[in-house]
C-alpha cells in the first residue's frame, strides 16, 4: 500500500483570484496525480462536511454533479464513500479528518469501477479554505516531485557549525583564565567562586545516557503533560543561557559600569537590563511558539544560546569520557530511531514520533534548530515545513570539541586539536545531508557526526604521540599544587 503525499489547490471567486495550497494524502495505487499545475482542471468545491457519504441518500440529487465534493471520515470506508459519490456525478472526492492525516488502503479489487481521485484532507483546512477564499471555491490536485535537496539545509549547517565551534572557543578562553587563576594565587580564590562549570566522569556520563533513555520514554508515552514541563524548562534555561552569553560580551565594553547597591552586594545596572531582556525573549516565545511566520527565529536564538552555554559550562575531563558519552548516545539515537520500529504497535520510531509529537499532539518540543524550507513541495504542507536539527547533535559533538580547545590550551598546542575536531564536525554534518537527501528519510546526525570528530581527534593525538596524555587529561585537572 502506498501513501503519498500532495497538494490540493483552492482558488477564490475574487478578482484578483486568491489561491492557497493544502496538503492531501492520496493512494498511488489507485490514481495519478499530475507534477505540474499547467492544463490542471479545476472544479467547484461542495462543501458536504455534514455528512460522512456511508449512503446514497445522505445527499440530494444533482448536488456533486461535476463537483469536487468534501465529506467527513465515517465508519465505512474510503471506496464506499467514492463510488456513491461517482454515481452521483462527483468528479472528486475530499475526505475530511480531525486526526492526523494517515495512509489511505483499502481493498481496490472489490472497487475496481471506481475512477475519480480521492484524498485525505484535513478538516482545519477546509474551515480555513472558506475563511480565507469565500464559500465559491475551485479546487484541483497535483503531486509536485520532491526536491533533491532544500537550501534551508545549508542555513542549519551554518548554525550548527558557528554554534559548536563558538562554544568550544569559549570553553577555552574559560580554560586559559582557570589557568592563570592557578598560576596567580591571589586571584585562585576569585575566580573558584566564579566558576560554573560542572564535570562529567565516566560514572555521570552512565547516569546521563540513563536519564535521557527514561526521558525519551517517558516522553513517548506522556507527551500530552510533560511537554508542557519541557517547555518552561526550555524558557527557563535557554532565558539564563541568553544571559550568560551576552553577559560575556557586554564585559568586554568598558562604558556603561554603573552600579548599584543591595543588601551588601553591587551589581551593574545594564546587567539588570539584561536579565529583564533576556527573560522577555523567552516569555515571548512561549506566547507565541505557535506562530510559524517568525516564532522559529527567537527559537533558534535561544537555542543557540542555551547550546553554547551547555557546552562551555559542562566540561568532560577527558577523552575517555568523551568516548563513552559520544559512543553510548550513538547507540541511543540508533536504537530510538532504527530499532523501536519493530518494537512499537504502529511501527513508528520513538525519537522520530517525540520529535513529531506523538498521536497527533500540536506542542511540538523546542529542543530543535528549525529553519523554514525553502523548496515548495508537499511535504512542507504536510508535516514538515521546516528542517530540524536537534540540540543534542549540536552539543555532544561540541562537548569533544570543548575538550579538544582545552587540551589545546594546557598543551600550547597551537589549535591543532581544535581546529581538526571543528572540521571534522563540519564534514560530518555535510555526509548527514548527503544521506538524507539519498534516502529521503530522516537520519540520526550522531550515526555520522560521533565518528568523524572521535577518529579525527584520536589521529591527531596519535601522529603527535599525546594519546595517553589525551586519553587520561591533564595533569592539571586531576590536581594542581601550587
Known amino acids: ?32 496525480l499530475p507534477k505540474t499545475l499547467d492544463n490542471a482542471t479545476f472544479r467547484a468545491l461542495e462543501n458536504l462536511t455534514s455528512t460522512v457519504l456511508c449512503s446514497p441518500t445522505e445527499v440530494p440529487s444533482g448536488l456533486m454533479k461535476d463537483k ?92 550548527a557549525v558557528f554554534t559548536v565551534a563558538l562554544g568550544g572557543y569559549w570553553s577555552g578562553v574559560a580554560e586559559l583564565e582557570n589557568l592563570k587563576a592557578v598560576a596567580s594565587p591571589g586571584e585562585r580564590e576569585t575566580r573558584w567562586k566564579k566558576e560554573e562549570n560542572v564535570t562529567f566522569t565516566p560514572v555521570t556520563v552512565i547516569l546521563f545516557v540513563v536519564i535521557c533513555c527514561v526521558m525519551l520514554v517517558l516522553l513517548y508515552f506522556f507527551y500530552k503533560w510533560l511537554v508542557y514541563v519541557i517547555i518552561s524548562v526550555f524558557c527557563l534555561a535557554s532565558a539564563m543561557s541568553l544571559y550568560n552569553c551576552l553577559a560575556a560580551l557586554i564585559g568586554e565594553i568598558p562604558f556603561g559600569q554603573c552600579r ?9 545596572v545594564r546587567l539588570i537590563f539584561l536579565a529583564i531582556f533576556c527573560i522577555a525573549a523567552a516569555v515571548v516565545w512561549a506566547v507565541f511558539r505557535n506562530e510559524d511566520r517568525w516564532a522559529w527565529i527567537l527559537q533558534d536564538i535561544l537555542g543557540v544560546a542555551f547550546c553554547l552555554n551547555f557546552i562551555k559550562t559542562l566540561k568532560m575531563p577527558n577523552f575517555k569520557s568523551c568516548v563513552i558519552l559520544l ?23 520513538i525519537m522520530v514520533e517525540v520529535a513529531a509529537g506523538p498521536f497527533g499532539n500540536s506542542e511540538k518540543l523546542p529542543v530543535v534548530i528549525r529553519v523554514p524550507r525553502l523548496e515548495h513541495s508537499a511535504s512542507t504542507l504536510c508535516d514538515l515545513p521546516f528542517s530540524l536539527l536537534g540540540f543534542g547533535d549540536i552539543i555532544v559533538p561540541g562537548l569533544l570539541v570543548a575538550y579538544c580547545r582545552r587540551f589545546d590550551v594546557q598543551t600550547r598546542s597551537s589549535s591543532v586539536y581544535y581546529i581538526s575536531c571543528t572540521i571534522a564536525y563540519a564534514v560530518g554534518m555535510v ?45 592539571y585537572q586531576v590536581g594542581w599544587r601550587p
Open 431 to 475: 555526509l548527514t545531508f548527503i544521506v538524507l537527501a539519498l534516502m529521503k528519510m530522516g537520519q540520526p546526525a550522531l550515526l555520522y557526526l560521533v565518528p568523524c570528530t572521535l577518529i579525527t581527534s584520536s589521529l591527531i593525538a596519535w601522529r603527535r604521540k599525546e594519546m595517553k596524555k589525551f586519553w587520561k587529561g591533564s595533569s
Open 327 to 349: 559512543g553510548l548516545l550513538l547507540l541511543y539515537d540508533v536504537f530510538f530511531v532504527f530499532i523501536t520500529p519493530f518494537i512499537t504497535k504502529n511501527g513508528a520510531s
Open 1 to 32: 500500500v502506498a501513501a503519498d503525499e500532495g497538494i490540493l489547490h483552492a482558488s477564490g471567486s475574487g478578482m484578483p483570484p486568491v489561491t492557497k495550497d493544502y496538503c492531501i494524502i492520496y493512494n498511488s495505487n489507485w490514481v495519478s
Open 68 to 159: 469536487a465534493v468534501v465529506v467527513m471520515r465515517g465508519n465505512c470506508t474510503f471506496l464506499e464513500k467514492a463510488r456513491i459519490a461517482q454515481n452521483s456525478g462527483a468528479k472528486m472526492l475530499l475526505i475530511a479528518s480531525k486526526s492526523r492525516l494517515s495512509a489511505i488502503s483499502d481493498n481496490k479489487t472489490d472497487f475496481e469501477d471506481v475512477t475519480l481521485p480521492i484524498a485525505l484532507i484535513r478538516y482545519n483546512d477546509i474551515v480555513d479554505m472558506q475563511l480565507v477564499l469565500g464559500n465559491e471555491v475551485n479546487v484541483t490536485l497535483y503531486s509536485p516531485p520532491l526536491p533533491e535537496f532544500d537550501y534551508s539545509m545549508v542555513v542549519i549547517f551554518l548554525i
Open 260 to 268: 548599584i547597591t543591595c543588601s551588601n552586594k553591587t551589581i551593574e
